[in-house]
Nanobody, 125 residues
Framework: QVQLVESGGGLVQDGGSLRLSCAAT????????MAWFRQAPGKEREFVAF????????DYAHSVKDRFTLSRNNAKNTAYLHMNSLKPEDTAVYYC??????????????????WGQGTQVTVSS
């Protein structure tokens, strides 16, 4: 079992920045693939970014590439999503997710068994 607790959401103006945190417990953090997804009102949950534990590979959705960065601090058992140049269309509930397997389709929400509670990010125009 992996437990995830998110923090760091809030209200920010167009062009601003936020950092989300996701603290994980229950399994060695260095062996967990971490990801972020988001869900805007009336829309399906969509992939944002992932970081694989075994290869170190990261990947981003096209819509956030070069603006968002996923980092992880294995000593603190925490993953972060650094969000810069935020736009109103980034407004959503952001969820962190975790997987303990060695391979899979990490852009798919179906791959993840563990989810955080979600944190609201609102970008005002």
């Amino acid at each position: 079992q992996v437990q995830l607790v998110e923090s760091g959401g809030g209200l920010v103006q167009d062009g601003g920045s936020l950092r989300l945190s996701c603290a994980a417990t229950g399994r060695p953090f260095s062996r967990i693939t971490m990801a972020w997804f988001r869900q805007a009102p009336g829309k399906e949950r969509e992939f944002v970014a992932f970081s694989r534990w075994n290869t170190g590979a990261t990947d981003y959705a096209h819509s956030v590439k070069d603006r968002f960065t996923l980092s992880r601090n294995n000593a603190k058992n925490t993953a972060y999503l650094h969000m810069n140049s935020l736009k109103p269309e980034d407004t959503a509930v952001y969820y962190c997710a975790a997987d303990t397997g060695s391979y899979g389709d990490y852009r798919s929400s179906d791959e993840y068994a563990y989810w955080g509670q979600g944190t609201q990010v609102t970008v005002s125009s």
